[in-house]
């Protein structure tokens, strides 16, 4: 079956470094996917990865190993608007997005 | 601004009722996708459309129809609304080209209550 795993719930500090991890298992693999999402709104898209290694986008990076299934969030730098949930996402062999449930990132400060 | 509208923004409805929730693109993508999100599950794919014309069924399609009469639009009807279909839905769109830029764009999604 397909099954996107990754943490229900983190606390992190503002000015610090949190890593949301995830792990996949699609039937076939089109690329891993980050959005965010604030409470009450939609899932904005933050990164893509379909090699392995590390894409950084400012505060934001991306890591993806496709051979363990794997793939993590890193946030730097922590800011109190980075509150939201992190949804994780794999394209699989048809190109339909499979989701994991999120994972809520509270800041504290 | 170019983006993704739906309507409406929220909605309570009787058990029985027919109910249209309506979603617009600008964007001229030619993927269209309908989600349903749940407290505690993931986004759920109910129905998809690659092109216009076409549609397909996702993970949880029973209850739910859809139509894509042109490429900008993607309405999803509910012939006869249950309590269980109580949930946030949320349209996407995305270009669809097999590629990184097969990335979704949500609308801002409709709250139903199905009493």
């Known amino acids: 079956g397909q099954n996107i795993d990754q943490p229900t719930e983190m606390t992190a500090t503002e000015g610090a470094i949190v890593q949301i991890n995830c792990t996949y298992q699609t039937s076939g693999f089109n690329g891993l996917f980050w959005y965010q999402q604030h409470a009450g709104e939609a899932p904005t898209f933050l990164s893509y990865?379909?090699l392995d290694g590390l894409e950084e986008k400012g505060r934001f990076s991306s890591f993806l190993s496709r051979s363990k299934g794997y793939s993590y969030l890193l946030l730097k730098e922590l800011q109190m608007k980075d509150s939201a949930s992190y949804l994780c996402a794999s394209m699989d062999s048809n190109y339909q997005l499979i989701w994991g449930a999120g994972t809520k990132l509270i800041i504290k400060p | 601004i170019a983006g993704i509208t739906q309507a409406p923004t929220s909605q309570i409805l009787a058990a029985g009722r027919r109910m249209t929730l309506r979603c617009t693109q600008d964007m001229r993508h030619n993927a269209m996708y309908w989600y349903r999100q749940d407290l505690g599950l993931g986004l759920r794919l109910i129905h998809y459309s690659n092109t216009a014309g076409t549609t397909g069924k996702g993970e949880v399609p029973d209850g739910y129809s859809v139509s894509r009469a042109n490429t900008d639009d993607f309405p999803l009807t509910l012939a006869s609304a249950v309590p269980s279909q109580t949930s946030v839905y949320f349209c996407?769109?995305?270009?669809?080209?097999?590629?990184?830029?097969?990335?979704?764009?949500f609308g801002p999604g409709t709250r139903l209550t199905v009493l």
């Open positions: 996407a769109s995305s270009d669809a080209k097999g590629s990184g830029t097969d990335t979704q764009y």
């Open positions: 990865n379909v």
